[in-house]
């Protein structure tokens, strides 16, 4: 059996104002066509199939696209979980109906009842379905009040699931959690506060195979078949060195026997670049999402507007100069003694790295200095 683990698609999200659904629908045509091409047979998903709880029309649209598509004409059964960005009544809506054509979803603790049963050629393999939860909701669902961080709702959940798995049958679990020890980037929402969201991975060992959601970055989790597939597209800067895609899993007669990274290309990529503005501006014109770093050490003006016109996706600027601690003012003394003409001169010799003019002095001095006087500034 093959199996494409897939999670954390935050379909709808929008990164530095930058909408990403265009680049999410890119990368699902090219899931659909893999699937077209290779037939696995299941598709799961470990959760944040939205990046909101109450997810915009032309989200909830392309998710319905790619649905309709993968489980009513390639035929390809389709297993989905609640992540903690998801809203959980809304995507478990119509789940008992959905389930006959295919589509497997599980949002609330309430639909955790029985396992998913599919076949191969050598018999059934169960999927245990655990959605995003939080311990307080599952201290009343499980009516246990000693369930009070994640790792005990977790464990309240695989005992539910193990109660249910029969002996001898191959058996996935799909989760979406935070497991200890695991690589985190700036994309993540945390679950809590002073690490009381994570799990063990210990939870997880009984199953021949743990697809997990939440971390974006492709990684295991403590063992080679408790693994994270990674998010559907780079969501922040610090994921810049992942490679994203999908983890192709092979169940052979007993039990998990490999998992292959599959990666498509974005239709732009994140990166960084890094230079002089002069420099940079002669580049080559990028659409790619940037985050540029300059290292000029003078004053510059509409930096964004500048870089834009080049690059038209800068997202981000940094820059480890400061015009304070570089400045000729900086050894200048008190500005509060200096006049406005005297601190507008050095301002403007900093930006243009020419001295203020006697004519532009005079011009100051004409325009400026009486709307200070009728404000009340003075020339403190």
């Not at 063990?200 to 971390?215: K, Q």
């Not at 940094?318 to 509060?336: D, E, H």
Request: proline share 5%; net charge negative.
């Amino acid at each position: 059996m093959k199996i494409l683990h897939t999670a954390d698609w935050h379909i709808g999200r929008v990164l530095n104002r930058f909408s990403l659904l265009e680049d999410q629908q890119v990368m699902l045509d090219q899931l659909l066509g893999y699937m077209q091409e290779q037939r696995p047979d299941a598709l799961v998903i470990a959760g944040d199939i939205y990046d909101r709880s109450v997810p915009p029309e032309d989200a909830v649209a392309l998710l319905d696209g790619f649905l309709s598509q993968a489980v009513l004409e390639l035929k390809i059964p389709t297993l989905m979980i609640a992540g903690n960005h998801d809203g959980q009544e809304r995507l478990g809506f119509a789940s008992g109906m959905l389930e006959q054509a295919g589509l497997h979803v599980v949002g609330r603790l309430p639909e955790l009842h029985k396992p998913i049963i599919l076949e191969d050629e050598h018999g059934p393999v169960c999927f245990h379905l655990l959605p995003y939860m939080q311990p307080k909701t599952a201290q009343s669902f499980f009516g246990d009040e000693n369930i009070r961080s994640h790792d005990d709702a977790m464990a309240a959940m695989v005992a539910r699931a193990r109660e249910s798995q029969p002996e001898g049958v191959r058996s996935m679990v799909v989760a979406h959690a935070f497991v200890t020890g695991c690589s985190i980037s700036d994309s993540e929402r945390s679950l809590t506060v002073g690490g009381t969201g994570e799990v063990s991975a210990d939870h997880f060992r009984c199953f021949d195979y743990a697809a997990l959601g939440h971390l974006h970055g492709p990684q295991q989790a403590g063992a080679e078949h408790i693994r994270y597939s990674g998010s559907l597209l780079k969501y922040s800067f610090s994921e810049v060195s992942h490679q994203k895609g999908f983890s192709l899993v092979h169940f052979g007669k007993d039990g998990f026997e490999q998992v292959e990274q599959i990666s498509f290309p974005p239709r732009r990529e994140m990166r960084e670049i890094k230079g002089e503005l002069a420099d940079l501006l002669s580049g080559d014109g990028s659409e790619d999402y940037l985050r540029v770093h300059l290292t000029d050490e003078k004053a510059l003006l509409d930096l964004m507007g500048q870089l834009r016109s080049i690059y038209p996706n800068v997202m981000e600027i940094k820059r480890n100069w400061s015009p304070v601690a570089s400045s000729s003012l900086a050894g200048q003394g008190n500005y509060a003694e200096r006049t406005p003409l005297e601190l507008f001169s050095d301002f403007y010799e900093q930006v243009t790295e020419t001295p203020l003019s006697s004519d532009q002095s005079e011009a100051f001095a004409t325009v400026v200095e009486p709307l200070l006087h009728e404000a009340g500034g003075g020339e403190a």
